[in-house]
């Protein structure tokens, strides 16, 4: 599985654009990126996942560039409710007939007013 | 349509006593996932199912745990003894399996205390 890097945590202020990035050199062909959110004392929640280029959908884009060693999870406009530790995950979605989900350590996002 | 449920929410035990946590995934799923979190850390993979079978078991300590998933549907995971250290979230998470389909579904977890 590949090994992602990602920061420990970042902080931002109500109304802007969050920007978080994960390293991951060692990707494979098959993997997919997919970042997950968790609040304090909740199950993680699926945001996002993509192979290449741009996703976008109703809560968040995602940016995978060509070599897709890294990827960024873009957050329009955040608001306090997006303080939550946030996830990416890289792997094959389909290997063995199923979804293997294995997270790192994360990044704690904390928004501010 | 419910999620994926959970419980109990919490546990408190002694240490070398048994618990077991119960999950009922979502309807229809065929995947499903036990996790264990410690705080301040990612969850971490300890089995996962394909319907009935136990598709990745290799970070499950089985000398002291155990799990099973009776007619692919709910799952329950035991603890004997339980150790101080087995003190954590443990989370189930379920998703429909299959190509096209690989988000997972988590339940809000069972905070167990070991004292």
């Known amino acids: 599985l590949a090994k992602t890097t990602q920061p420990i945590s970042m902080d931002s202020y109500e109304g802007q654009e969050v920007n978080i990035t994960c390293s991951h050199n060692n990707i494979a062909t098959n993997d997919y990126i997919t970042w997950y959110q968790q609040f304090p004392s909740q199950g993680p929640r699926f945001i996002i996942q993509g192979y290449k280029t741009k996703v976008t959908n109703e809560v968040a884009s995602l940016f995978i560039p060509a070599d897709r060693k890294s990827s960024t999870l873009s957050l329009p406009r955040v608001s306090l409710s997006d303080t939550a530790v946030y996830y990416c995950?890289?792997?094959?979605?389909?290997?063995?007939?199923?979804?293997?989900?294995?997270f790192g350590t994360g990044t704690q996002l904390k928004v501010e007013l | 349509e419910a999620g994926v449920v959970q419980s109990p929410r919490y546990k408190i035990i002694e240490k070398k006593q048994p618990v077991a946590f119960w999950c009922n995934p979502i309807s229809g799923h065929n995947t499903l996932y036990w996790y264990l979190q410690n705080l301040g850390q990612g969850p971490e993979l300890l089995i996962r199912y394909e319907n009935e079978e136990a598709v990745d078991d290799s970070q499950l300590p089985k000398d002291r745990f155990s799990a099973e998933r009776l007619k692919g549907v709910d799952s329950t995971l035991k603890i004997q003894p339980a150790e101080l250290g087995d003190s954590a979230v443990y989370l189930c998470?379920?998703?429909?399996?299959?190509?096209?389909?690989?988000?997972?579904?988590f339940g809000q977890g069972t905070r167990l205390t070991v004292v």
């Open positions: 995950l890289v792997g094959d979605p389909f290997t063995g007939g199923g979804n293997k989900l294995t």
């Open positions: 998470a379920s998703s429909l399996g299959g190509r096209m389909n690989t988000e997972a579904f």
